[in-house]
């Protein structure tokens, strides 16, 4: 029996990959780097019929110096969203509500507290982003494209109308071994970032998370060892 016999053969759950199941990295500017990981512990298998959705926000940091009101420029043009909050402040560790009107690029806080002024936001700066489904990191630099697409056009449409899908040519191309990674990469001058610690040149001693960026992968689980396919899926990423 071949290993995608197996694969069919196999029991397997429906399931989601999200933010919080992923560990995020620190980008650098204008190469492809690693921004968020996520190590399957079971087997699995991406769904190319399920759609996915994904929005990474960029992340500025400011001082607010308690004296009441002030505003904010910011470096990079906001993109009004269809798919989550366009901007999520937070003045230290406290989440600021900010109003829904960005018609200029700027962000006001009315505070009397003196703190470090996180944003997260969405822009349309030009940047391209990719999902890899990558063997151990000591096992040889083995990995699978299976989505890839510039941000301002991801970022831009309205996901929901017109969800975006991973692709492939064949069975394999959509599977996850165990102990695989599933990682997403971006390559950008501006600073995309997932929380505070991440944020280059940021203020790591503030704990916060972009809770407006979206990770959600469509996946199934094996719910059974599959023997010998990480070998099996490392050939046919080698020979493809």
């Known amino acids: 029996m071949s290993i995608v016999e197996r694969l069919r053969e196999v029991p397997a759950g429906k399931t989601r990959l999200s933010v919080s199941d992923f560990e995020f990295h620190e980008i650098r500017e204008d190469e492809w780097s690693e921004i968020a990981t996520y ?39 906001l993109l009004e969203q269809r798919n989550t909050t366009t901007v999520r402040t937070y003045l230290d560790e406290d989440r600021i509500k900010q109003e829904e ?5 700027e962000i006001t806080v009315d505070s009397d ?20 489904i990558s063997a151990p990191r000591g096992e040889g630099s083995v990995s699978n494209i299976v989505f890839d697409e510039a941000t301002p056009l991801l970022f831009s449409r309205d996901q929901n109308e017109d969800a975006p899908t991973v692709s492939g040519d064949d069975v394999l191309d959509y599977v996850v071994p165990r102990n695989w990674e599933v990682q997403i990469y971006i390559k950008a001058t501006a600073p995309f970032a997932l929380d505070a610690e991440t944020i280059p040149d940021g203020e790591e001693d503030v704990d916060v998370y ?10 199934k689980k094996a719910q059974e060892r599959v023997p010998d396919l990480s070998a099996a899926v490392k050939r046919h990423i080698v020979s493809s």
């Open 113 to 132: 507290e003196a703190g470090t002024l996180t944003a997260f936001y969405v822009t349309d700066y030009p940047g391209e982003i990719e999902i890899e």
């Open 101 to 105: 009107d960005y018609d200029e690029n």
């Open 210 to 219: 972009a809770s407006n960026a979206i990770i959600d992968i469509p996946v």
């Open 39 to 77: 190590e399957a512990e079971e087997a699995m298998f991406m769904r190319p019929d399920s759609d996915l959705r994904l929005v990474i926000p960029v992340a500025e940091q400011f001082d607010h110096d308690g004296d009441g009101e002030q505003t904010f420029e910011l470096e990079y043009h």
